[in-house]
């Protein structure tokens, strides 16, 4: 019994997040030094000018990335959350750690192109579990939300502009190939990025305007097994009231609504939605979320 209470006491939801940050940000500096650096391909934000900073005058990247980060934090400490801030100085120090501490590795690869596609994948990858995770690696995050409250730009705008800064700066330092390399990453990134935190099992939304809503939605639920919502609305031309039979399904199953609806009402008019994740009864679980 006394074991259950303590079991019960541990924050297992904060122990999982801080192993997600600390592997995710161990492969984010392991992926550097093995594939970024070796190729001189550069990267976005406060990691990407550590990196032109050691490109230029040998700089240790690992410390460069966690001293530009310092008055970035000190000027987030009253913008981000606690545990955000934490969670960030955490990956931060453990990437810093990791690039150091592997700056000896070997180079998976000497191709350029390979090392921008593979270094874009695990990072990615890096980057994912540790946004899923409720962290970051500091750098421009804060720094663009700093300026979102201080100017009339938006975060996205304000980063997409720092991170064209960096690689215009790496064309003329370097050459405009070794950005070109760099935009490839970071979109292979980005991609990769979003299917660690969304999943790659999409879902399909199905919006049904029919004359025959209890009809359609009856097959659903009894050939597909799926929960179906009815929304009321009113049609524009006629100002008669309609049922909108509403249903998220997988995309195995897209075909077979395709053929209730057709078979049960073909004047029925569908739309078919791309979902990026689901979460509830039928789908993926609540856990880690």
């Keep these: 019994m006394r074991w259950r209470q303590i079991y019960s006491k541990i924050p297992w939801a904060e122990i999982s997040q801080l192993i997600g940050i600390i592997l995710g940000a161990s492969i984010v500096g392991a992926s550097i030094n093995s594939l970024i650096l070796p190729n001189h391909i550069a990267d976005g934000g406060v990691t ?7 490109y230029l005058f040998g700089c240790p990247v690992g410390i460069t990335i ?3 980060n310092l008055p970035l934090f000190i000027m987030g400490f009253r913008m981000v959350g606690r545990r955000f801030l934490i969670y960030s100085i955490i990956g931060v120090a453990v990437m810093a750690f990791t690039l150091d501490t592997t700056s000896g590795i070997v180079a998976l690869t000497h191709d350029t192109l390979l090392a ?3 270094g874009g994948f695990l990072t990615g990858i890096g980057m994912g579990l540790i946004f899923r995770s409720q962290g970051s690696l500091g750098g421009t995050d804060i ?3 700093f300026f979102n409250r201080t100017t009339q730009f938006s975060v996205g705008q304000i980063l997409l502009g720092m991170d064209a800064v960096i690689f215009l700066a790496t064309a003329l330092l370097f050459t405009p190939e070794t950005a070109m390399y760099a935009m490839i990453y970071m979109f292979i990134a980005t991609r990769v990025i979003d299917l660690v935190q969304e999943g790659i099992n999409h879902s399909k939304s199905v919006m ?3 004359g025959k809503p209890e009809q359609i939605a009856q097959v659903i639920m009894s050939k597909l097994n799926r929960g ?4 009321s609305g009113t049609g524009a031309f006629s100002g008669q009231p309609k049922n909108i039979v509403y249903c998220v399904i997988s995309r195995a199953e897209l075909s077979q609504i395709k ?3 057709r078979e049960n009402d073909p004047n029925s008019f569908l739309t078919i939605s791309e979902v990026p994740e689901v979460v509830g009864e039928g789908f993926s679980s609540w856990k880690g979320h």
């Design 48 to 54: 990407g000018i550590a990196i032109i900073l050691h």
């Design 66 to 68: 966690f001293l530009l």
């Design 116 to 118: 921008s596609i593979f």
């Design 143 to 145: 720094l663009a939300v």
């Design 208 to 210: 049904i305007v029919t």
């Design 228 to 231: 179906v919502t009815f929304i």
């Design 259 to 261: 053929d209730i609806v």
